[in-house]
């Protein structure tokens, strides 16, 4: 297992898991005592299970306390890992990089210091989304799992890595 923290889901320009992931590994211009440098954080090895925590709450130095950030960020059942986010030496080791979601842990609430949560988690013998929230538990589809519904935000993530076919 592995948890990759996806702390760019506050940026600007991340409206999708894809585009945090790009944020996450992409080349950072830094300076250090006045000198030019580059920084990037790449990916060298997948795990069979990929856990991905969406950024939800943020410090608001002006108010002193957590905030939640209500933006949606949106995301696929299917997903690959492609080459630029690996490192050299994980491009040449990692083949399988598609994983398949199973599992969602979202925050019900607009503010960080208050709310519930609820989780969605794919059931394959029924081949169904079972949905558990308090005392209530039902069937859903995928649309239910991907959909934006006020108030609630996609905090967990959880992936399972798919084989190639052989």
């Not at 999708?16 to 211009?29: G, I, P, S």
């Amino acid at each position: 297992k592995a948890v990759v923290s996806t702390q760019s889901t506050g940026h600007q320009n991340i409206t999708n898991v894809r585009d945090a992931l790009y944020h996450f590994t992409h080349k950072e211009q830094i300076y250090l005592n006045d000198v030019k440098c580059y920084r990037r954080e790449t990916l060298e090895s997948l795990p069979p299970v990929l856990i991905l925590h969406l950024k939800r709450f943020i410090f608001d130095d002006a108010a002193k306390s957590c905030q939640k950030l209500l933006k949606e960020i949106d995301f696929n059942i299917d997903m690959t890992i492609s080459d630029d986010m690996m490192s050299a030496i994980g491009t040449t080791l990692t083949a399988e990089r598609r994983y398949h979601l199973f599992g969602v842990v979202y925050h019900h609430g607009s503010h960080a210091t208050g709310g519930h949560y609820s989780a969605m988690v794919y059931h394959p013998y029924i081949q169904c989304w079972v949905n558990a929230d308090d005392d209530k538990v039902t069937h859903q589809d995928d649309n239910a799992v991907l959909k934006h519904i006020p108030g609630r935000s996609a905090y967990l993530l959880f992936y399972k890595r798919v084989p190639y076919p052989a």
